[in-house]
């Protein structure tokens, strides 16, 4: 039986991780969802609404905040759950828990596991560690929603705001490569498949609609060059998202950058 339930737009980075720590420490998790959750009724029995269902007038409908636009259909149980309202929203087996923030869900399933292959860290100070890499990737990860987001709008100050997000966040992990060979010690831990989902997701600037954009602009994405810059973090990168078990979830979603 899976442990958690992640409701979640679909295919989502942001899950991914989930998976792959659930994929390497054995547990199950169950996602729901799909590529168009404004027609999707948000709850831990989430579904597709009919057409009819749909209405302004329905106790259901919120207005999106972040990522999405016009109504959404939240049960009140979904943001008893999940205050914050977001997606990817994950439950407990019984629906009573909600776990939010892609980071937490992902430490939610290795604390689910009987053998966590050391994915947490082998003690609380190392645990530690592995959360600050996780809270420093949030912040790039925050930064990076609002850059892709706002995409066709982009000025020189926002990308320049996202670039000073991208080097902190990526100058601290090839640092810390330098030391060892995983990002928080000499192990796979969690750190990493948050870091390959992450930056893989942020990397995106620089494929098609998005590349087109800030082309438009006259402006160059920020993974342009980088490779030279962190060439640790960007092998660290590349090597991940080759093994099977970062194929099975990413596919061929890293491909194109280092094809490039
Ligand atoms: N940092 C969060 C981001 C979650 C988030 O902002 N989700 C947005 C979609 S990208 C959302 O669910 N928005 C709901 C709304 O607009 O009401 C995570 O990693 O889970």
């Known amino acids: 039986m899976a442990v958690l339930r992640i409701f979640s737009y679909l295919p989502n980075p942001r899950v991914w991780k989930a998976q792959i720590a659930g994929d390497i420490c054995g547990v199950e998790v169950d996602v729901v969802g799909d590529g168009n959750l404004g ?21 259901h409908a919120r207005t999106s905040r972040r990522g999405f636009s016009g109504t959404l259909f939240k049960t009140d149980a979904f943001l008893k759950a999940h205050p914050f309202g977001t997606v990817p929203a994950a439950f407990s087996p019984d629906g009573q828990v909600g776990v939010f923030e892609s980071n937490s869900i992902l430490r939610a399933v290795v604390r689910a596991a009987e053998d966590d292959q050391g994915l947490y860290g082998r003690d609380g100070y ?11 990737a ?39 490569l330098s030391q060892s060979d995983f990002i928080a010690g000499d192990e796979l831990t969690i750190a990493d498949i948050g870091f390959v989902c992450d930056v893989g997701q942020f990397l ?36 991940l998202g080759q093994q099977d078990v970062f194929q099975h979830r990413l596919g061929n979603y890293l491909d194109w950058f280092f094809a490039a």
């Open 39 to 59: 027609s999707w009724l948000w709850d831990f029995d989430a579904r597709p609404m009919e057409e009819s269902e749909r209405e302004a007038s329905s106790p």
């Open 126 to 136: 190392h645990a530690s560690r592995i959360d600050s890499f996780l809270d420093a």
């Open 138 to 176: 949030l912040v790039l990860g925050r930064e990076a929603q609002v850059y892709l987001l706002i995409m066709t709008d982009m000025t020189p100050g926002l990308q320049e705001r996202m670039a000073g997000a991208f080097e902190f966040y990526m100058n601290g992990v090839e640092n810390a």
């Open 204 to 239: 995106r600037e620089g494929k098609g609609r998005f590349r087109t954009a800030l082309t438009d602009k006259g402006l160059a994405p920020i993974g342009d060059g980088a490779v030279a810059a962190y060439p640790r973090a960007f092998a660290h990168l590349e090597t």
